[in-house]
T-cell receptor
Framework: AQSVTQPDIHITVSEGASLELRCNYS??????LFWYVQSPGQGLQLLLK??????LVQGIKGFEAEFKRSQSSFNLRKPSVHWSDAAEYFC???????????FGTGTKLQVIP | DTGVSQDPRHKITKRGQNVTFRCDPI?????LYWYRQTLGQGPEFLTY????????KSRLLSDRFSAERPKGSFSTLEIQRTEQGDSAMYLC??????????????FGEGSRLTVL
């Protein structure tokens, strides 16, 4: 069974500071990995995804994530956070041909001036 | 607006009543998913459809829950004899045919259910 762990429930960063959100997954085969963002009152939006190839993937809004198979991790990063990045971020794992995507419990990001 | 739409956005009901949620996916998407999200948790998979066929159901979907997609377009999720534990946000998502193996989901804003 696939599972996702997001160890940080809540993170606070200053505007302009760098950000890293942690994600660890458990899956026997090659995973498909995703990061979604959920802003208040809005639906989940895909930030980026990894299927294969280059382990550093670029997404929207200046986000990137790096797949590290040896650590079973897919951490999300952004070099400089903007106040509009305050939201909840979900890491998710899926697999080719398998429709169920499993989400982590989320990390709520607070951005302070 | 051509995104996934859900109706109603909020529903308050008394325990024991039946409720129904509707989801209209993006028009060219042939796969439709229902997820449930409770406070402090990530979305949990409930079920998915390819066209009108319901192909997978989670064990979370008790016999009080039923989902349909009769013409392969919109879908409904009905909860019978609601319980307080059913209080949650019910999320609908759809996916593109060409990338439907990838789990790249387009979500609606959700229908929030409160059972008193």
């Amino acid at each position: 069974a696939q599972s996702v762990t997001q160890p940080d429930i809540h993170i606070t960063v200053s505007e302009g500071a760098s950000l890293e959100l942690r994600c660890n997954y458990s899956y026997g085969a090659t995973p498909y990995l995703f990061w979604y963002v959920q802003s208040p009152g809005q639906g989940l939006q895909l930030l980026l995804k990894y299927f294969s190839g280059d382990t550093l993937v670029q997404g929207i809004k200046g986000f990137e994530a790096e797949f590290k198979r040896s650590q079973s991790s897919f951490n999300l990063r952004k070099p400089s956070v903007h106040w509009s990045d305050a939201a909840e971020y979900f890491c998710a794992v899926g697999a080719k041909g398998y429709q169920k995507v499993t989400f982590g419990t989320g990390t709520k990001l607070q951005v302070i001036p | 607006d051509t995104g996934v739409s859900q109706d109603p956005r909020h529903k308050i009901t008394k325990r024991g009543q039946n409720v129904t949620f509707r989801c209209d996916p993006i028009s060219e998407h042939n796969r439709l998913y229902w997820y449930r999200q409770t406070l402090g948790q990530g979305p949990e998979f409930l079920t998915y459809f390819q066209n009108e066929a319901q192909l997978e159901k989670s064990r979370l979907l008790s016999d009080r829950f039923s989902a349909e997609r009769p013409k392969g377009s919109f879908s409904t999720l009905e909860i019978q004899r609601t319980e307080q534990g059913d209080s949650a946000m019910y999320l609908c998502a759809s996916s593109l045919p060409g990338t439907s193996d990838t789990g790249e989901l387009f979500f609606g804003e959700g229908s929030r259910l409160t059972v008193l």
